[in-house]
């Protein structure tokens, strides 16, 4: 579904993405993990097309969408929801849900609205509340929501447990697997490399800049380096 070949994309003279190749394929749940500075939200940020690549491809569907707008990205079917959640704070929740319905119909949004209350019964209690007072577990579920409104064949989340309790954390994780069980497929990046690990069917991991290592999430939760730099143990 995505294939990433040979990606670089920089900062000035920053080459913050080094020649990184990867793939997700229809269904899956890929995590890609590593620490600070890697690359990784980078690697997102050009994906959905906020960042510019400087050399490499990015077919989706077997189409290039390399040099596509980040809106032309998001009718192709790639939502993403960005590191720190970013909800419209001053707005309802429903409103921020509209929001991302924007590339759908009046009649799809409104499904999309009575399918995310369905999921997450706890943002219909919540509805006209404004978004920035919900805890953070209830931000990240609405952000994702408002990711699925648009109803997107891929689904982008850059670091969904960043600033979250250990008991939002588990929440969280508990959310992607359920949507991953409806048939979105997911590509995740996280610093918990445990947790992100443990629910992924494949996993990389990348430093600066670089996919060092690539397996089956479980394979890689018990790779020896990947114990010692990214699990304390
Ligand atoms: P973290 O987990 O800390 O968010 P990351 O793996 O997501 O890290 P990136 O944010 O993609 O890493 O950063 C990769 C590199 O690019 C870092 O060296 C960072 O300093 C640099 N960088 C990121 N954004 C910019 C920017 N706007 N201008 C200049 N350099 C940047």
Redo the contacts with the bound molecule.
């Keep these: 579904m995505l294939s990433i070949s040979n990606l670089s994309a920089h900062?000035?003279q920053?080459r913050?993405l080094n020649d990184v190749s990867l793939n997700v394929d229809h269904g899956e749940l890929v995590a890609l993990v590593?620490p600070?500075?890697?690359?990784?939200?980078?690697?997102m940020r050009t994906i959905s097309g906020v960042q510019d690549a400087s050399a490499g491809t990015i077919l989706f569907d077997g189409q290039d969408i390399t040099k596509l707008s980040p809106s032309e990205r998001v009718r192709q079917g790639i939502a993403q929801v960005p590191?720190g959640r970013q909800v419209f704070a001053p707005m309802s929740v429903e409103d921020n849900l509209l929001l991302g319905g924007f590339t759908r119909t009046r009649a799809e949004s409104g499904e999309g609205i009575e399918q995310a209350y369905s999921m997450f019964p706890r943002l219909k209690e919540r509805r006209t509340q404004q978004a920035g007072t919900l805890s953070g577990g209830e931000q990240q579920m609405l952000a994702m929501s408002r990711a699925l409104m648009a109803k997107p064949r891929l689904l982008l989340l850059d670091?969904p447990s960043m600033g979250l309790s250990p008991l939002l954390v588990d929440e969280t994780f508990d959310t992607i697997v359920r949507l991953r069980a409806t048939g979105t497929t997911i590509f995740v990046v996280e610093?918990n490399a445990y947790k992100a690990l443990s629910i992924a069917d494949r996993g990389y991991v990348?430093e600066t800049g670089r996919t060092v290592l690539e397996d089956a999430g479980l394979a890689l939760l018990d790779n020896d380096a990947v114990k010692a730099s990214y699990l304390g143990v």
């Design positions: 900062y000035g920053i913050a590593g600070n500075g890697a690359g990784k939200t980078t690697l590191e670091e610093q990348m």
